[in-house]
C-alpha cells in the first residue's frame, strides 16, 4: 500500500532562518506531488506541483520554492523565512499514467510552520 | 477557471440532527468531485468523491450526489456524531488529455462542530 510522510511536524523558526520540509512517498512509482499551504486553519492554497523529478511548477509567486531531487522526494524550502510564512503545510501525492485511483489526491500528515 | 464555493460555516449541531454542506463548482470539461475531511491537527483524508454526473459517492453515513445540471455537489447526513466535528472541504479535478491529473481545486472549507 502507498504512504506518504512529511515532516518535521512542527516547527518554529525566527524571522530570516532557513526553511526545509521533507515529504517521501512509499509504494508508488513517478507520482504527481504537490505542496499546500493553509492559512488561518482554513482554506488550502496550491504552492507547488511536479510530475517528475526536477520539474516543478509555481502557482503563486512567493519566498518559498520547492526541489524533487528523487522520484519520491519533495522538498519545500526557504532562504529566509518571513512572518506570512506561517502555516500548516501539506504535502501530497496523485496516481498518474495508468494508475489509479485517478485526480485523488493522498495528503502528507502535515507540519506546522511558526515564524516568530 | 475552475472555482468551488462552498456553504459558508461554521455549522454548529446537535447530535443526531441532519447536516447539510452545500458545495458549488465551475469547470472547463468534466470534473470529478470530493470531499475531504480534515480533524483537528491532522492532514486531509478523502470522505467521498464521484467521477460522473449522477454518481452518488458515499462513505461512513455521508452521502453526495453529482449534479451536472445544477452545478452542485451537496454534503449530507442524516444523523451526525461528535466525532463528525472536522472541516470539510469540496474539491474539484478536471482531467486534461484523458491523463491522471491531480491537481485539485478546494473550496474555502466550512468547519462543522456537533454537540451532545
Known amino acids: 500500500s502507498q504512504t506518504i510522510h512529511q515532516w518535521p511536524a512542527t516547527l518554529v523558526q525566527p524571522v530570516g532562518s532557513p526553511l526545509s520540509l521533507e515529504c517521501t512517498v512509499e509504494?508508488?512509482?513517478?507520482?504527481?506531488l504537490y505542496w499546500y499551504r493553509q492559512a488561518a486553519g482554513r482554506g488550502l492554497q496550491l504552492l507547488f506541483y511536479s510530475v517528475g523529478i526536477g520539474q516543478i511548477s509555481s502557482e503563486v509567486p512567493q519566498n518559498l520554492s520547492a526541489s524533487r531531487p528523487q522520484d519520491r522526494q519533495f522538498i519545500l524550502s526557504s532562504k529566509k523565512l518571513l512572518l506570512s510564512d506561517s502555516g500548516f503545510y501539506l504535502c501530497?501525492?496523485?496516481?498518474?499514467?495508468?494508475?489509479?485511483?485517478?485526480?485523488?489526491?493522498?495528503f502528507g500528515e502535515g507540519s506546522r510552520l511558526t515564524v516568530l | 477557471g475552475n472555482s468551488v464555493t462552498q456553504m459558508e460555516g461554521p455549522v454548529t449541531l446537535s447530535e443526531e440532527a441532519f447536516l447539510t454542506i452545500n458545495c458549488t463548482y465551475t469547470?472547463?470539461?468534466?470534473?470529478?468531485l470530493f470531499w475531504y475531511v480534515q480533524y483537528p491537527g491532522e492532514g486531509l483524508q478523502l470522505l467521498l468523491k464521484a467521477t460522473k454526473a449522477d454518481d452518488k459517492g458515499s462513505n461512513k453515513g455521508f452521502e453526495a450526489t453529482y449534479r451536472k445540471e445544477t452545478t452542485s455537489f451537496h454534503l449530507e447526513k442524516g444523523s451526525v456524531q461528535v466525532s463528525d466535528s472536522a472541516v470539510y472541504f469540496c474539491a474539484l479535478s478536471v482531467s486534461a488529455g484523458g491523463t491522471s491529473y491531480g491537481k485539485l481545486t478546494f473550496g474555502q472549507g466550512t468547519i462543522l462542530t456537533v454537540h451532545p
Open positions: 469547470a472547463t470539461g468534466y470534473p470529478s
Open positions: 501530497a501525492w496523485s496516481a498518474t499514467g495508468a494508475q489509479k485511483p485517478r485526480g485523488e489526491l493522498f
Open positions: 509504494g508508488t512509482s513517478n507520482p504527481n
